[in-house]
């Protein structure tokens, strides 16, 4: 265990001793870009070439007016190169990747938009890419696993435990033992071992800064409220930092699936079912029971379905830093719908969790007061998803009979 990278109560770095000398040298060339004044404007030279950065802060003008509240306003990440603001922290860590001079970079996926931004960060800068995910979010993201291979990535589905996102966390930990000499893994979230919570969050926090001057650039002050989706917790603490300084309320929403009482959600800042352990390199608030075990979790969202949470949220969560609710996958579905139909824009299941928990609160603000929704990403990676929710009987005959025509 390395006595730094904490949080309050949460954090550290509880590692096997075979990875101590790869974090020391991961956590040192780290410490010498955010003392680089040159390495900031790098990357976002960087973003504004290659993913369309800064992203556009859309007023919601429908919306507004549907709910008679608040003024909304969606930061859009989606807009983003690969579709979801993942693209922001594989970029940097690419970018760190070059500066180790390592040739071969490893990640774990649970939506597939980490992944596919990891394989295009990879063909961008010539690395070898392997990609780990949960046999069960290979089946429900199948189009992003199909854009991962096309661009050079090996999939390796993982078929240990439930199958999901924290299962493929744990083999790509195995991978990187392995293979430290001359791999990277480019942790997707701001979760795992220090210094992994605060790197993410560091090169995530470019939509927290935009966020915050576009808001000022086009109301003249600034947001009563900031809404996010909490997975792991990268675009939440994105957009949160932005915003750290300020008296404004940071609202994060987690995944409440079937509802917080039925066992059968990932809401580990607002419901009682978390506590803390220890657990893939550090310690933080997991669905666990009572003997440390970790617990099954579920949401609609493949992204959503973590069993722990970064450090920092939790340290958070303790100081009344920010508020966590949940909603449901019911709500979910209908936010998203209500979004298409209403702004003609498609946000993904996990952005979709705070574009419910906005719409419950916006019609009690204030006219003049302002929201930022974070748009996390684009929903076209959740058709197949959201075709079951919706139960679409055009797109069921659609896939019966593109089915006959493989088996022809």
Same mark, same amino acid.
């Given at each position: 265990?390395?006595?730094?990278?904490?949080? &309050?109560? *949460? =954090?550290? !770095?509880?590692?096997?001793?075979?990875?101590?000398?790869? +974090? #020391?040298?991961?956590?040192?060339?780290? @410490?010498?870009?955010?003392?680089?004044?040159?390495?900031?404007?790098?990357?976002?030279?960087?973003?504004?070439?290659?993913?369309?950065?800064?992203?556009?802060?859309?007023?919601?003008?429908?919306?507004?007016?549907?709910?008679?509240?608040?003024?909304?306003?969606?930061?859009?990440?989606?807009?983003?190169?690969?579709?979801?603001?993942?693209?922001?922290?594989?970029?940097?860590?690419?970018?760190?990747?070059?500066?180790?001079?390592?040739?071969?970079?490893?990640?774990?996926?649970?939506? &597939?938009? *980490? =992944?596919? !931004?990891?394989?295009?960060?990879?063909?961008?800068?010539? +690395? #070898?890419?392997?990609?780990?995910?949960? @046999?069960?979010?290979?089946?429900?993201?199948?189009?992003?696993?199909?854009?991962?291979?096309?661009?050079?990535?090996?999939?390796?589905?993982?078929?240990?435990?439930?199958?999901?996102?924290?299962?493929?966390?744990?083999?790509?930990?195995?991978?990187?033992?392995?293979?430290?000499?001359?791999?990277?893994?480019?942790?997707?979230?701001?979760?795992?071992?220090?210094?992994?919570?605060?790197?993410?969050?560091?090169?995530?926090?470019?939509?927290?800064?935009?966020?915050?001057?576009?808001?000022?650039?086009?109301?003249?002050?600034?947001?009563?409220?900031?809404?996010?989706?909490?997975?792991?917790?990268?675009?939440?603490?994105?957009?949160?930092?932005?915003?750290?300084?300020?008296?404004?309320?940071?609202?994060?929403?987690?995944?409440?699936?079937k509802g917080l009482n039925s066992g059968k959600h990932a809401s580990r800042?607002?419901?009682?079912?978390?506590?803390?352990?220890?657990?893939?390199?550090?310690?933080?608030?997991?669905?666990?029971?009572?003997?440390?075990?970790?617990?099954?979790?579920?949401?609609?969202?493949?992204?959503?379905?973590?069993?722990?949470?970064?450090?920092?949220?939790?340290?958070?969560?303790?100081?009344?830093?920010?508020?966590?609710?949940?909603?449901?996958?019911?709500?979910?579905?209908?936010?998203?719908?209500?979004?298409?139909?209403?702004?003609?824009?498609?946000?993904?299941?996990?952005?979709?969790?705070?574009?419910?928990?906005?719409?419950?609160?916006?019609?009690?603000?204030?006219?003049?007061?302002?929201?930022?929704?974070?748009?996390?990403?684009?929903?076209?990676?959740?058709?197949?998803?959201?075709?079951d929710a919706v139960d679409d009987p055009k797109w069921k005959e659609f896939?019966?009979?593109?089915?006959?025509?493989?088996?022809?």
């Open positions: 265990m390395k006595n730094r990278g904490y949080y &309050g109560n *949460h =954090g550290g !770095a509880f590692l096997p001793e075979i990875l101590v000398a790869t +974090f #020391d040298e991961l956590e040192s060339e780290f @410490e010498k870009i955010k003392n680089d004044p040159f390495f900031w404007k790098e990357y976002e030279a960087l973003m504004s070439s290659y993913s369309c950065r800064p992203t556009p802060l859309t007023f919601a003008g429908n919306l507004t007016r549907k709910f008679g509240g608040a003024k909304i306003y969606i930061k859009r990440e989606d807009l983003n190169h690969t579709g979801a603001h993942k693209a922001n922290n594989v970029m940097g860590q690419g970018m760190l990747v070059k500066r180790m001079g390592k040739k071969r970079v490893i990640a774990e996926t649970g939506a &597939g938009q *980490h =992944g596919v !931004a990891t394989a295009t960060m990879a063909a961008k800068f010539g +690395f #070898d890419c392997t990609i780990y995910m949960g @046999e069960v979010d290979v089946h429900r993201q199948r189009p992003n696993v199909f854009w991962m291979e096309q661009l050079g990535a090996t999939v390796v589905p993982v078929r240990d435990g439930t199958r999901i996102l924290k299962d493929a966390i744990n083999e790509a930990f195995r991978d990187w033992v392995t293979n430290m000499d001359t791999t990277h893994y480019v942790l997707g979230t701001a979760c795992g071992p220090h210094p992994f919570p605060e790197m993410v969050s560091y090169f995530q926090s470019i939509i927290g800064k935009e966020a915050r001057q576009q808001i000022l650039n086009v109301e003249g002050k600034l947001p009563k409220r900031v809404y996010a989706c909490v997975g792991g917790g990268s675009n939440a603490l994105g957009l949160f930092s932005g915003f750290f300084d300020d008296p404004v309320e940071l609202v994060g929403v987690e995944a409440g699936g800042l607002c419901s009682k079912d978390a506590s803390t352990g220890i657990a893939q390199g550090y310690k933080t608030y997991f669905l666990q029971d009572d003997d440390g075990q970790m617990k099954e979790t579920h949401s609609i969202s493949a992204g959503l379905d973590y069993v722990g949470v970064s450090p920092i949220l939790s340290h958070m969560q303790d100081q009344g830093k920010a508020r966590f609710e949940s909603a449901t996958d019911t709500e979910v579905v209908a936010a998203l719908k209500l979004t298409m139909q209403t702004e003609g824009i498609i946000p993904a299941l996990e952005s979709s969790h705070a574009f419910a928990q906005a719409f419950k609160e916006a019609p009690s603000l204030l006219k003049e007061d302002v929201i930022i929704i974070n748009q996390s990403g684009r929903g076209d990676k959740d058709i197949f998803t959201i075709a896939i019966i009979g593109k089915a006959e025509e493989y088996n022809a």
